[in-house]
């Protein structure tokens, strides 16, 4: 039986995606953050979550019609 405390990338994925639009909850905060802390490939795509977020706030303005000119 899995420990229900650990999780896969499958699911650490979607964790990464939901908290950009919701706060988690502590459950699944900690179940991310130690899946985090043994996965490098879900550490870059964290990063790589939290570099496009961060992009597209600070140039919301850039990424509307592209039909304008």
């Given at each position: 039986m899995e420990d229900p405390g650990m999780i896969m990338c499958?699911?650490?994925?979607?964790?990464?995606?939901?908290?950009?639009?919701?706060?988690?909850?502590?459950?699944?905060?900690?179940?991310?953050?130690?899946?985090?802390s043994m996965c490098g490939a879900c550490r870059r795509c964290d990063k790589q979550f939290r570099f496009l977020h961060d992009s597209f706030n600070r140039h919301p303005s850039q990424l509307g019609d592209t039909n304008k000119k």
């Open positions: 499958k699911e650490a994925t979607r964790l990464m995606s939901l908290k950009i639009e919701q706060p988690l909850t502590f459950q699944q905060k900690a179940q991310l953050t130690f899946h985090l």
